[in-house]
């Protein structure tokens, strides 16, 4: 995680409604000063309605929002100093790429020497040398897309925002990507809030983790944290792959409960989250690594492989249990193990958790 | 390869041979009259070349394609950035309202304009009742009329290309600027103004050349004083029998026409970074 020297950016209580529709429910955010921060979440969890709120292209139904010790809660978009990476990069297609990064300090009144030394520097950065002169609709789409962050980057802004900057590449290309920006990242050291739907772009980049759904942030945290301690069953799910058998909590003592997994035919006791009460849907967390195939008989539980997945390094078994449940095992053992086979399966307690169920 | 071509030359030919029976053997036959002048092929040229009256009907049919052009696309641009903008309803009826006149018969609306613009027509009468004027102002069988009637009928050549190429701008350039830092004005002026320009340039390609073929309109609003040169090359055949002189003031026009749109496609090729899209 990169050294914070302070808050970059404040919400507080920031909401946006459209008529009797909520688009997103009052929210709190404290971003530190060079932090990479990504709201992760699936189209209509409010991410993009965050994100415009921000940037200045939406007004607020309530709440505020500060850039470093500025309430820009009313500023328009154009007094904010921040930079906007849009999915479809939004390049003005009648320029050149020089011109394009021009255009932002051309707005500040930055003297002309000055404009052609940083439009120098902002196309080193992103390694694009020597094309300043060219028109942007002859850049390839990686090109284009480095040219819109250099754009944002260019005019220094407080905040950097991206709305699903790779949405537009094609897979090779987005793992490439994902890598330089990272490591852009680095090197300009901005607060950076990123937007996503694909949690594999989250871990890579991010230093922390907003996880959105139903217009709210559900939960805040590093992208060990959120894996290791989901806080309910749709962030579970969303972060990793993740077995999610409906469980029924019985009791809760101390951080630990027992719950009866009737897909397991089992009852188990296992941590738990805040929010598992007896009563309350839950569901138990069990991740395909965590789930081992036992090389004794008489222990855990009892399943037939349904099919094996040879994924290199590792295979995935797809299991059926007596209770008629399907769970995901991955893991380096089984190598001699088929279809059809009957096997019997184990976990270490401290690595299954307990999580409240939202709902699928 | 062989059995293709012959299948695009038997779609084609109905349409081939139609047109050029019935329109450019005529054609053809038509323009060559200019060059069968008793007193010499090129004589009609000649006698165009020094005619005053020839020379003043030319000037004017570009002064008056050109503020046509100007006007249109003074009215076009706003109406074309509504439509660009509206949704739903107001959409539709805004469409309509633009193409509404193209369905009319060109004569219907002209003689509707004599009607408005005549010397005790409601225009004259609502002019002397507001005070503008205490005596009826000539609009008819001038420039005035001529302008007021071409307007209204070019105005949809200029409104849908601007349309078109409004909507083609991606509202994110616009955000874009504004969040780089820039005012309205100059988002208008460095974004949405340049990006309109290929619609403005199609739109005022069609109406100038239009303009100047125009017959109907001209001829019925412009009386004697705004003569233009189909005005003239009618008035060659109908009047004077003369078809050699008809023949060349044909040629010349279509000579213009050309150079015109040789140009236009050289200005539009200059720019292509901007019709690219």
Redesign the interface.
């Known amino acids: 995680m990169i050294e914070t020297t302070g808050l970059a950016l404040g919400l507080r209580g920031l909401t946006k409604r459209y008529g009797a529709v909520t688009a997103l429910e009052p929210t709190d955010l404290d971003i530190g000063a060079g932090e990479f921060l990504t709201l992760l979440g699936p189209s209509g969890s409010g991410k993009t309605t965050l994100l415009n709120l921000i940037?200045?292209?939406t007004d607020p139904s309530g709440g505020t929002i500060r850039i470093g010790d500025r309430d820009v809660t009313r500023t328009?978009?154009?007094?904010?100093?921040?930079?906007?990476v849009?999915q479809?990069y939004?390049?003005?297609?009648?320029m050149t790429v020089a011109q394009n990064l021009a255009?932002?300090l051309e707005?500040?009144r930055v003297p002309k020497p000055e404009i052609a030394r940083r439009v120098e520097a902002a196309l080193a950065l992103v390694q694009l040398e020597g094309y300043g002169t060219r028109?942007v609709?002859q850049m390839s789409g990686g090109q284009q897309q480095r040219v819109a962050v250099a754009?944002a980057l260019v005019?220094e802004p407080d905040v950097l925002l991206m709305d699903e900057p790779l949405g537009a590449l094609d897979r090779q290309l987005r793992r490439q990507v994902q890598v330089e920006l990272r490591r852009l990242h680095l090197k300009h050291g901005r607060t950076t809030i990123y937007v996503t739907h694909d949690q594999e772009e989250a871990l890579v980049l991010s230093d922390r983790i907003a996880v959105m759904g139903k217009g709210r942030i559900q939960q805040l945290g590093t992208a060990a944290e959120l894996y290791a301690r989901p806080a309910n069953s749709f962030i579970a799910g969303f972060i990793g792959e993740s077995n999610l058998p409906e469980a029924k909590v019985t009791e809760v003592t101390g951080g630990m409960a027992s719950a009866e997994v009737p897909a397991l035919g089992l009852t188990v006791r296992a941590p738990v989250m805040p929010g598992v009460a007896p009563g309350a849907p839950a569901r138990l967390m069990l991740r395909p690594e965590h789930l081992r195939i036992l090389p004794d008989a008489g222990e855990g539980i009892e399943a037939r492989i349904a099919e094996v997945i040879y994924l290199g390094e590792l295979t995935q078994f797809g299991l059926e249990t007596a209770g008629g449940a399907f769970l995901v095992a991955r893991g380096m053992e089984g190598r001699g193990l088929r279809q059809g086979d009957i096997v019997r399966l184990g976990w270490s307690p401290e690595e299954v958790l307990l999580v409240p169920d939202t709902g699928p | 390869m062989n059995g293709r071509r012959i299948e695009v030359l038997a779609l084609l030919a109905p349409a081939l041979i139609l047109t050029l029976v019935v329109f450019v053997l005529p054609l053809v036959r038509f323009l060559s009259l200019a060059f069968t002048a008793p007193e010499g092929t090129f004589a009609t040229f000649v006698a165009l070349a020094e005619s005053p009256v020839y020379r003043r009907v030319m000037l004017n049919s570009f002064v008056v394609a050109a503020v046509v052009t100007a006007i249109t696309a003074a009215l076009a641009w706003p109406l074309a950035y509504l439509l660009a903008r509206v949704r739903g309803l107001w959409f539709t009826l805004m469409i309509y309202g633009v193409l509404f006149p193209l369905w009319i018969s060109i004569l219907v609306r002209t003689y509707s304009w004599m009607l408005l613009l005549e010397r005790h027509g409601p225009v004259n009468r609502a002019i002397q009742a507001m005070g503008i004027s205490d005596t009826p102002l000539p609009l008819l069988f001038n420039h005035t009329g001529v302008l007021v009637g071409m307007v209204h009928v070019l105005l949809p050549y200029m409104v849908l290309p601007l349309y078109g190429a409004m909507r083609a701008i991606?509202p994110?350039?616009m955000?874009?600027?504004?969040?780089?830092?820039?005012?309205l004005w100059?988002s208008f002026r460095?974004?949405w103004l340049?990006?309109t320009l290929p619609g403005l340039a199609g739109g005022a390609t069609f109406v100038f050349l239009l303009s100047l073929g125009f017959y109907i309109t001209p001829a019925l609003l412009g009386g004697r004083t705004s003569i233009m040169l189909p005005t003239l090359i009618v008035a060659f055949i109908t009047e004077h029998f003369n078809w050699p002189m008809a023949a060349a003031a044909s040629i010349a026009l279509l000579a213009a026409v050309a150079v015109l749109m040789l140009a236009a496609t050289r200005f539009l090729k200059l720019d292509r970074?901007?019709f690219?899209?």
């Open positions: 940037a200045g292209y328009p978009a154009r007094h904010r100093n921040i930079g906007m849009f479809s939004a390049l003005f297609p009648h255009y932002g707005a500040r028109g609709q754009r005019i | 991606d994110r350039l955000q874009a600027s504004d969040g780089l830092g820039a005012g100059q460095r974004i340049p990006l970074g901007m690219a899209r």
